[in-house]
């Protein structure tokens, strides 16, 4: 039978949520600080996805100056009803809670345009909304409960939306306070038609190890809501601390093209059980409904390296990967891989035929706002990427190089800078927003070929076959950070704070995969 392997999408893509429409499954993922936000991917099969475009994709949709590593486009959910696509999403400031909120998007098209952002008065994260038999609207989301029975408990709401009005109407009705007690922070909130009720389905246990998926029903939208016996319905966390998937959460559900039942959901592939460099991906679980109430992964209790799809007709090719059929090789700059924090890539660099021509800016990978950097999420726990930096018009102490970035405290870089004497190359640690740079030595030649090796925890920047400065998996990623990103790798220039006058061009950005073989579904 055919099957489609564990995580779908592979890197970054966390918190997805995924609606069908006809034949056409949709799904979106956060994306944080970095712009485009909100990807929308298309499937038929649910094993193929193509990227048709991003829901915050103008100048001027959402601010997001100021907002550091971590922050920005937290959660969406994308739902269709009364003949328009939905996405209700939050944008965070970590460091402002006053700013942000919860916002409503709507589109005709999937593909965009989307329609500016509809401010909801709701406080809290996470927002989802479901579409009554009436055509009553009802939203609902997650937040610190009022009067907590322990710390970091949460309550979820729910609250009827006035599409007419644009605005949510009537009483707010406080659900869910928890399925365990003591447990903290239950994310991604969704509620389901269900026969004659309606379901709660919610994760707990916060997004990291202790992640776990809970279900609840009721007779009406508004509760009283019955827990599952079975609470939590999904989780890893029992299993211990040991390479493979762990924290799994988050979770979504649809009906699969021959009618079974899958969740998409979010976990982490951690080779040492702890640190995982690639983020939180997304993942499919397969559903069985018993007894009126969801069970995940019916018979085995775990996230399946891969899921059972009788219905493909198209098995994933060997060597691709998603979304969009990737294959190793070069990245033009029209490819949607491409993003930028804070800002979109072509307000950070114009296209010039096959190449990028960035800009320097003054500001560093330090400062929480718009920089020049052009990256892409890693994929692969392995793999090989070479970049080809024209730096003819670098001007005097500019710099620009290559970059494995987690934020703004915690990011390296090979980079090549202009000196009176000529160009220089050498390495730039910042850990925990300390600054260590590497001696430097000198380069020849204005087109500079800079090479970055990763194997598992191990990054090595090289330049001309020499190692000029390594950096750890385990002290970037999100585990040792406090983030909730998985790691980036592009490009940065920077005059250092002074007023910038140069230019880099990014002539090439190949990226290759490396096969590892003999760890099982990690090595995908």
């Given at each position: ?433 300390v600054r260590e740079e590497g001696p430097e030595t000198p380069v020849v030649g204005e087109e500079i070929e800079l090479v970055l090796r990763v194997r598992g925890f191990e990054y090595l920047f090289e330049h001309a076959g020499r190692t000029v400065v390594t950096a750890g998996g385990r002290e970037l990623d999100a585990a040792a950070t406090g983030g909730f990103l998985g790691l980036w790798i592009g490009v940065h220039a920077t005059s250092h704070g002074a007023e910038p006058h140069g230019e880099v061009r990014i002539a090439r950005m190949a990226y290759e995969p490396v096969t590892r073989t003999g ?6």
């Amino acid at each position: 039978m055919s099957s489609i392997p564990n995580p779908v999408l592979p890197g970054c893509h966390p918190d997805p949520s995924i609606c069908r429409v006809g034949e056409w499954y949709y799904l979106v993922t956060s994306t944080f600080e970095y712009l485009p936000g909100l990807p929308v991917l298309r499937s038929r099969d649910l094993a193929h996805w193509e990227t048709i475009g991003h829901v915050i994709d103008r100048t001027g949709m959402l601010d997001f100056d100021g907002i550091g590593s971590s922050g920005g486009l937290y959660a969406p959910t994308i739902r269709h009803g009364l003949g328009l696509f939905w996405v209700v999403c939050t944008l965070v400031d970590r460091d402002d809670p006053a700013r942000g909120g919860n916002f409503l998007v709507t589109s005709a098209d999937p593909a965009g345009p989307w329609s500016d952002p509809i401010p909801l008065d709701a406080d809290g994260i996470d927002p989802s909304l479901a579409f009554d038999d009436d055509g009553r609207v009802w939203m609902h989301g997650t937040r610190l409960a009022a009067h907590p029975e322990w710390a970091q408990q949460t309550e979820v709401w729910v609250r009827e939306y006035s599409p007419a009005q644009r605005r949510l109407i009537g009483d707010e009705h406080v659900v869910w306070t928890g399925a365990v007690r003591g447990a903290v922070w239950a994310e991604g909130p969704h509620l389901y038609r269900t026969g004659d009720g309606w379901m709660l389905m919610a994760a707990e246990g916060g997004t990291e190890f202790h992640h776990a998926v809970s279900v609840a029903r009721a007779a009406e939208i508004t509760g009283p809501y019955e827990s599952n016996p079975a609470n939590p319905v999904l989780t890893h966390r029992h299993m211990g601390r040991h390479p493979g998937v762990m924290g799994v959460g988050h979770a979504d559900l649809v009906q699969a093209p021959d009618g079974s039942w899958l969740a998409v959901l979010l976990g982490m592939r951690a080779d040492d059980g702890i640190h995982y460099p690639l983020g939180r991906e997304t993942f499919l679980c397969p559903v069985e409904w018993q007894d009126g109430w969801p069970v995940f992964a019916p018979g085995e209790g775990r996230v399946p390296n891969a899921v059972p799809a009788p219905w493909l007709d198209r098995i994933p090719d060997a060597g691709a990967w998603q979304p969009d059929d990737r294959r190793a090789g070069d990245i033009p700059p029209a490819d949607p891989r491409w993003t930028s924090p804070r800002a979109l890539p072509t307000e950070i660099a114009r296209i010039d035929g096959g190449a990028w021509r960035m800009p320097v800016r003054a500001a560093t990978l330090s400062d929480a706002t718009a920089v020049a950097f052009l990256g892409i999420r890693q994929q692969h726990p392995d793999l090989d990427l070479r970049c080809v930096l024209d730096v003819a018009d670098l001007a005097l102490g500019e710099s620009a190089g290559l970059v494995v970035r987690q934020s703004e405290d915690d990011h390296v870089l090979l980079q090549v800078t202009r000196r009176e004497d000529g160009c220089v190359i050498g390495g730039v640690r910042v850990a925990a927003g300390v600054r260590e740079e590497g001696p430097e030595t000198p380069v020849v030649g204005e087109e500079i070929e800079l090479v970055l090796r990763v194997r598992g925890f191990e990054y090595l920047f090289e330049h001309a076959g020499r190692t000029v400065v390594t950096a750890g998996g385990r002290e970037l990623d999100a585990a040792a950070t406090g983030g909730f990103l998985g790691l980036w790798i592009g490009v940065h220039a920077t005059s250092h704070g002074a007023e910038p006058h140069g230019e880099v061009r990014i002539a090439r950005m190949a990226y290759e995969p490396v096969t590892r073989t003999g760890i099982g579904s990690l090595g995908r």
